[in-house]
């Protein structure tokens, strides 16, 4: 299943984000060097800009994002949700959950491949046995037996 656009168009989405066109972030996390480190470093790392530098109007600091400025302000805070089984709602909780899914939205078929892997493996471990007992059962005879040499007379 893919997920539904939040905006009708292009300029309905530049509109609603000051300007900028939101990526799609279903594969943001196979894209990004160090996947949902990179994710929940951004996610958490908002703080106040240290002295000397400047903001634009519309910005927010970020030491992990390249430049520093980012245009995407602060999305996740302690307890905004709740929980249904009484895990803290914590941002960094948050975060991991984000990640989580940014995660699984990038490989909905990981689960699945991997699954495969091991049942393949499995019938190669059986086959694998198996010919090595025939291969043990048909040169058992030819190994074992014994050659003289009579020379000619």
Known sequence: DYFPQPYANEEAARAA?????????????LA???????IFS??????DAPAGIELRDGQY????????????????YNEIIEYEDGTPATQSQLAKDVCTFLRWAAEPE????????????MIASMVIAFFY?????????????????????
């Open 17 to 29: 984000n000051n300007g900028a066109y939101p990526p799609d972030l279903s594969y943001i996390v």
């Open 61 to 76: 600091y970020n030491p992990y994002f390249p430049g520093q400025a980012i245009s995407m302000a602060q999305a996740l």
């Open 133 to 153: 007992y025939i291969k043990r059962h048909k040169w058992t005879v030819l190994k074992s037996r014994k050659i003289a040499y009579r020379p000619p007379k």
């Open 32 to 38: 990004r060097h160090g996947g949902e480190d990179y």
């Open 42 to 47: 951004l996610l958490t790392g908002y703080c």
């Open 110 to 121: 990981h689960d699945q491949r991997k699954r495969m892997g091991l049942k393949a493996l």
